[in-house]
């Protein structure tokens, strides 16, 4: 077997273990099978970068990402640093560490494998959940299904609650809808496969709208929204963007005359959301940001014992987390954190909807999962979790998507040196 297909072997075992979820609804460290699925991630992305070396040591491969792609890199290079002004302690440094050996397996597996398998893993991967998870719901359904109060019926298969189920459930219906409204690479499609690719998204749908899962059913609908943008031309691409953008000024300015909060709700355009008490945690974030503007607190540095105290004084409960990516990177990393991330993912949002436009499943499905992340990562810290499934992912397919692989002993022409090149204009190398 050749190191590429090691390396694919393990990009399939990472899946699977940050998809392997544990119940820790009574704090970060209480279930003694955290340490041992820590210890299997980071042995993985450990053999994942040792076998990259080894390749590259044999055949030389030049990385070029793109600026969005550059950025993302820096982006996650500034929190590693960040450490060093943390308050966090031993929290902050395994957190950074673990964020570290991720990033290092990301580089690496974007240096040498295209998104196409990337794509495939993680789609392999979220059937293979679904699936068990639905088994669990007929046959063992004290697991499968929920019996808490407020959630009793809901379905969460294998998962430690219905909104991971769900979210599962919601990026292979994003993709089997792909493989129904984009055409395979030869053009050909098999009555079969088509029928069959019908009967799996239903069978999704099912899964899907009985966990239950209001953030899942979106982030489906956005997918979908995705997938609907890149069929058209970048012409109409670009007319419907542009409509959208001038569709937010006055949306905004009655966004702003009409935005309330609360405890528990966000008002806004006359509407009201529930935020599950994420306003606490925000408000409480941001009114104690005095001083630290610029750099922020540093990886877990913002939640130190003395903090939570206050907090749970002044509310009867505390979580060391924000429940938001994007409120998360402006406490943690400050004006710089949150600069370097809106400046990376505008830059990635570019050129992954100029690969999806080209018609490769592998590329719509990627900017698929970019409008999925965005939305995901207002409600949920996302960014935060160096060993959760869909920031794993993010990462991957981010860095890979914004990267243009070439080994070095085959220079750019000099007059396509700068220009976008499509994935699919270098094959993949032989090895032998």
């Known amino acids: 077997m050749s190191l590429l297909k090691l ?66 890199l820096v982006f996650f290079l500034y929190t590693l640093i960040s450490v060093a002004w943390s308050a966090g302690g031993a929290q902050s440094l395994l957190k950074d560490l673990l964020l570290a050996l991720t990033l290092a397996a990301a580089v690496a597996i974007a240096a040498l494998r295209p998104p196409r398998v990337l794509v495939e893993a993680a789609v392999l991967g979220c059937g293979i959940f679904v699936v068990l998870g639905f088994l669990a719901v007929i046959f063992a359904p004290g697991i499968g299904i929920e019996t808490g109060w407020g959630l009793a019926g809901k379905w969460r298969g294998i998962s430690v609650q219905k909104n991971t189920f769900g979210s599962l459930a919601a990026l292979s219906l994003v993709y089997g809808a792909i493989q129904l409204a984009v055409p395979p690479a030869s053009g050909l499609r098999r009555r079969g496969l088509t029928l069959l690719a019908w009967v799996w998204s239903a069978f999704l749908l099912v899964c899907l709208v009985m966990s239950g899962s209001r953030g899942a059913q979106l982030a489906t609908v956005l997918g979908l929204v995705a997938l609907g943008l890149s069929r058209l031309g970048r012409g109409r691409q670009n007319v419907v963007l542009f409509a959208l953008a001038l569709l937010l ?7 702003a005359i009409t935005f309330s909060a609360d405890a528990t709700h966000l008002s806004i355009l006359g509407l009201s959301f529930d935020t599950s008490s994420r306003t606490d945690l925000w408000g409480y974030g941001l009114a104690n940001f005095d001083g630290r503007e610029l750099f922020g607190f540093g990886p877990s540095g913002f939640w130190t014992p003395e903090r939570l105290e206050v907090f749970r004084a002044n509310n009867g409960w505390a979580l060391d987390n924000f429940h938001s990516g994007y409120v998360t990177v402006l406490i943690e990393g400050g004006i710089v954190g949150a600069v370097l991330l809106v400046a990376a993912l505008i830059g990635c949002f570019s050129v992954l909807r100029r690969r999806a436009t080209g018609g490769d499943r592998e590329a719509v499905f990627t900017f698929a999962f970019f409008a999925i992340s965005i939305a995901e990562n207002l409600i949920e810290n996302v960014l935060g979790r160096s060993t959760d499934f869909l920031f794993m992912l993010f990462l991957l397919l981010m860095l890979a998507g914004n990267a243009i692989r070439r080994p070095a002993s085959e220079p750019a022409p000099a007059h396509t040196r700068d220009l976008p090149i499509p994935p699919s204009a270098y094959p993949e190398p032989s090895h032998g």
């Not at 000024?249 to 966004?255: E, I, K, M």
């Open 7 to 72: 390396i694919d072997v393990g990009i399939f075992a990472l899946i699977l273990a940050s998809l392997w979820s544990l119940d820790t609804i009574a704090g970060a460290g209480t279930n003694p099978l955290e340490i041992v699925r820590y210890g299997l991630i980071c042995g993985i992305e450990l053999m994942i970068v040792g076998l990259a070396v080894i390749e590259i040591m044999r055949r030389p491969v030049s990385l070029r990402l793109s600026a969005g792609g550059a950025l993302l």
């Open 249 to 255: 000024v006055p949306l905004s300015v009655l966004a």
